[in-house]
């Protein structure tokens, strides 16, 4: 009787229960004794604001860690996404690589020696093949552009 | 494809033309002609057999024809672009090209009279005088047709423009994987190249044209074939490489008369830092050319270059680097060599 007498009076108390206390609390409330009507008879107050102050300080302490997970998630999705997005231009880019390869090396190589060489050739065949001229005098053509102006010499002129 | 039907007086010319084709005799042309037998003789005939008649038509005729017109013709060479604008006249293996004004080689005139070619220069007042190049534009053609009888090369056919009032058909030459090679579009009744495009490995057009005027009846006269230039010098192909070895600075090696091969022109190229005397070559239609150089080069990286029917040999001599590239089998590049003096 005594031990439950002092669990009213720490329960009117608002103090706290050890685990023992706990448990015979609800031994206590299971055998219907008169503790239910104890319980029942006790002033509905509202939470004292101390109380409130602390639940308030330890709800804004737990509500900063879904904060946290909210920026993790969208960095985590920002990783996703430019994987994502890494992904799809490495599959473009491989499935083209005979394509794509070629092209590059011959723009990255166009400087190289071996390279002009085989454009070289490549170059004045197809000129060979669409000009009427094979006699390809490009410097000269290029450093002395005909006018048309000297198309007849004097001598040229006398002996009509 | 879709392709109207040839006239039955066209049908009947072919069969003429090509008849002795099928019978495996070489054509007027000789062995080097579009008729050659042997095994690549029949792949190319079985492809050719495939190809509507306009595309036969310009086998058969090519070196035949009589016209006259204007065509604007477009190429690259060392870097640069050229254009020129060429008034042709056409009687079978006779030819005169004047280059127009507003052409890179304005005032220039090639005459071709059978196997002599004369070529005049105006800036400098010189003629130059060597073999005429004749069939090599069709004899790579021809190739290409007999590539594709193994896969290496696709070729197809569609019915193409009216270019300067004629119906066409387009002959297109790709590698495998559907990039171009070459187009060609050809006139229906005469199977005259009117226009032709040539592309690199990179899908950059790098020769092409295209004919603005043609008359299938022109007044021809013989004096049209004849270049007559008092005062003016003239050199051939060995003058040439002189002049060109001079200008890089290079004791010139070259391949000799023996090997068959011809040589048609020679330049001073500078790549690089380097100074490289070009020397390009026709041989069994092909086209050849022999750098030489100083120094070393890396010659993976120039195998790798080595795409489709494109091959080199490199050897060492007198002091300098040569490699040879044509569309030859490396062992076939070597045996040329062996005739560099």
């Known amino acids: 009787m005594k031990e439950e007498q002092n669990l009213i009076t720490k329960l009117k108390g608002e103090m706290a229960l050890s685990a023992e206390e706990s448990t015979e609390l609800d031994a206590l409330l299971d055998s219907s004794s008169s503790i239910g009507n104890v319980i029942r008879d006790l002033p509905h107050e509202e939470p004292n604001l101390v109380w409130r102050s602390q639940l308030n300080e330890k709800l804004s302490v737990l509500a900063e860690k879904p904060k946290r997970r909210i920026g993790l998630w969208k960095w985590a999705s920002g990783v996703v996404v430019v994987g994502a997005a890494s992904l799809a231009v490495w599959s473009v880019v491989n499935t083209r690589t005979p394509v794509i390869a070629t092209t590059n090396t011959t723009i990255a190589d166009s400087t190289n020696f071996e390279d002009q060489l085989m454009q070289s050739h490549v170059e004045s065949a197809a000129a060979m093949d669409v000009s009427s001229a094979y006699a390809l005098d490009v410097v000269s053509s290029k450093e002395t552009s005909y006018t048309g102006e000297e198309e007849w010499s004097t001598s040229d002129l006398e002996s009509l | ?341």
């Not at chain 2, 030459?173 to 229906?188: F, H, L, S, Y």
């Not at chain 2, 080595?306 to 680097?321: A, P």
């Open chain 2, 1 to 341: 494809m879709e392709y109207q039907r040839p006239r039955i007086a066209l049908g009947l010319l072919m069969a003429v033309a090509l008849a002795p084709m099928a019978m495996g005799q070489h054509g007027p042309r000789g062995p080097q002609g579009p008729a050659g037998a042997g095994p690549k003789g029949r792949a190319f005939q079985e492809v050719l057999d495939r190809l509507p008649a306009p595309v036969k038509l310009m086998f058969a005729r090519f070196g035949k024809q009589r016209y006259s017109g204007q065509r604007v013709v477009e190429f690259r060479l060392d870097g640069e672009r050229y254009k020129n604008i060429e008034n042709l006249i056409v009687d079978g293996l006779r030819s005169r090209i004047e280059f127009a004004a507003g052409s890179s080689w304005y005032g220039q005139v090639i005459v071709d009279n059978r196997n002599r070619r004369t070529h005049f220069f105006p800036d400098r007042n010189e003629i130059f005088v060597g073999v005429s190049p004749r069939d090599e534009s069709i004899m790579r053609l021809r190739q290409f047709l007999q590539s594709s009888a193994n896969g290496r090369l696709k070729v197809t056919t569609d019915n193409g423009p009216d270019i300067v009032g004629r119906k066409t058909t387009l002959l297109q030459v790709a590698d495998p994987n559907g990039n171009p090679v070459q187009r060609v579009w050809i006139e229906n009744t005469t199977g005259i190249q009117l226009k032709r495009e040539i592309f690199d490995r990179a899908g950059s057009k790098i020769g092409a044209f295209e004919f603005t005027r043609l008359n299938l009846d022109p007044k021809i006269s013989d004096e049209d074939f004849v270049i007559n230039r008092r005062g003016a010098k003239v050199v051939d192909s060995q003058d040439r490489l002189r002049a060109a070895a001079r200008e890089a600075g290079i004791t010139p090696i070259a391949l000799t008369q023996d090997s068959g091969a011809l040589l048609q022109n020679s330049r001073a190229v500078k790549i690089g830092d380097r100074n490289v005397l070009t020397q390009t070559y026709i041989l069994e239609g092909r086209r050849l050319t022999l750098f030489q150089f100083k120094g070393n080069i890396d010659m993976k990286r120039l195998a790798r270059q080595e795409k489709g029917l494109i091959k080199t040999y490199r050897w060492e001599q007198g002091g300098y680097s040569l490699v040879l590239v044509g569309e030859m089998m490396p062992d076939r590049l070597a045996q040329l060599a062996k005739f560099a003096k």
